[in-house]
C-alpha cells in the first residue's frame, strides 16, 4: 500500500541529490517469506506500478538475482540500479531495459549517478577484501575504473560534483580532483546530500553503542562544519533527500515488515510514504524520489 505523502512530495522521487520538483517514487518491494515477486515499483500521480527485473515467484532460489539500490538520475529520465554482478539502467517509463558489464568486478551496491547523468560510481569488490569505490560510463561503452584504494562504500554524488561516501565507519568526501577529506569523526553511514550539495543526511549510532543497537538520521552542513541535527528518534536506515529539499526518505523496519517515512529536512513530524501489507508480510525500503527539472 501507498500512502499520499505531503504534497511538497509527492507532487505531480539516490540518495536525491540533485535539486527540483519531485516526480515519481521509486522504491524496493521484497517479501520476508520468499514466495511473492520482489521488484521495482513507482508510484505517482496515484498510480502504482511494477518497473523493470524482479526476482521471486512461487519458490525463490538461493542465488536468484534481485534488482536492489534504485536510484534516479539527476536529469529524472532513467533509473540505475545493481543487479546481480552487473549494474543496470532503465528508462522512467519502463522500457530501454540495459545491463552495464563490470567484467572482473563483482557485487556492486549503492549506485551513484553523476550530476550531468553521464557516469555511475558504486561500490563493489573486484578482488577478495574490502569494497572500493569504481566509476563507469551510464551506457557501458567503457570498462570501469576504481577511484578508491583504501576502501569506500555508499557514495552520493552530489549536484557540485562531490561524492561522500563511507570508511572506517565515517563518512569521507571525494572532490571531483580526486583528494579525500573527513567528513565525521564520531560515526556515519549511508551519506545522502541534499539538492544543493551543500548537507547531507546520514544515519548513525548513539556513542557507545553496540554492534546491534539501532542508528538514527542525521543532517549536518559540510561546507559550514555546522547544524548537526538528529531528525529522528526511532531507528532509521537508507535516507533520500527529495530534490526540492524539502523532506528526507528513510526506511524503518520492525515487525517483521520494513516502511518508508519521510521527515522535513529540520526535523518535525513523520510521515508514511509507503506501507508493506501485513497480512502477506511484504517488505518496502530504498526509496528515492524522481527531480523533475
Do not use: H
Not at 557485487?107 to 553523476?114: F, G, R, V, Y
Not at 548537526?228 to 535516507?239: H, K, N, V
Not at 533527500?241 to 516502511?259: E, H, K, Y
Amino acid at each position: 500500500m501507498v500512502l499520499a505523502l505531503a504534497a511538497a512530495v509527492v507532487a505531480a522521487p539516490a540518495p536525491a541529490s540533485s535539486p527540483g520538483a519531485n516526480g515519481l517514487l521509486v522504491y524496493l518491494q521484497g517479501d520476508v517469506g520468499s514466495t511473492r515477486p520482489v521488484g521495482l515499483m513507482t508510484s505517482g500521480g496515484g498510480e502504482t506500478r511494477e518497473i523493470g527485473p524482479r526476482c521471486g515467484g512461487a519458490v525463490a532460489t538461493v542465488n536468484e538475482i534481485c534488482p536492489s539500490d534504485p536510484v534516479w538520475s539527476p536529469d529524472g529520465s532513467r533509473l540505475a540500479f545493481a543487479y546481480g554482478d552487473d549494474l543496470a539502467t532503465i528508462n522512467s517509463d519502463g522500457t530501454n531495459l540495459q545491463a552495464i558489464d563490470l567484467g572482473t568486478v563483482r557485487s556492486p551496491a549503492a549506485p551513484t549517478w553523476s550530476p550531468d547523468s553521464r557516469t555511475l560510481a558504486f561500490d563493489a569488490f573486484e578482488t577478495a577484501g574490502r569494497r572500493e569505490l569504481y566509476k563507469v560510463l551510464a551506457d557501458g561503452s567503457a570498462a570501469p575504473k576504481r577511484v578508491t584504494f583504501k576502501g569506500g562504500q555508499s557514495p552520493s554524488w552530489s549536484s557540485r560534483g562531490t561524492i561522500a561516501f563511507v570508511r572506517e565507519k565515517n563518512i569521507f568526501k571525494m572532490t571531483g580532483a580526486g583528494t579525500v577529506s573527513r567528513v565525521t569523526t564520531r560515526g556515519g553511514f549511508q551519506p545522502s546530500w541534499g539538492p544543493g550539495g551543500r548537507v547531507i543526511a546520514f544515519v548513525r549510532k548513539a556513542e557507545n553503542a553496540r554492534r546491534v543497537d539501532p542508528a538514527f538520521l542525521y543532517r549536518y552542513d559540510v561546507p559550514r562544519r555546522t547544524d548537526l541535527r538528529r531528525l529522528t528518534g526511532r531507528p532509521a536506515t537508507e535516507p533520500a533527500w527529495s530534490p526540492d529539499g524539502r523532506t528526507v526518505l528513510f526506511t524503518r523496519a520492525g515487525a517483521g515488515n520494513s516502511i518508508i517515512l519521510s521527515v522535513a529536512g529540520g526535523g518535525g513530524d513523520l510521515q508514511m510514504v509507503a506501507l508493506g501489507e501485513e497480512g502477506s508480510r511484504r517488505n518496502v525500503s530504498s526509496a528515492d524520489l524522481q527531480p523533475v527539472p
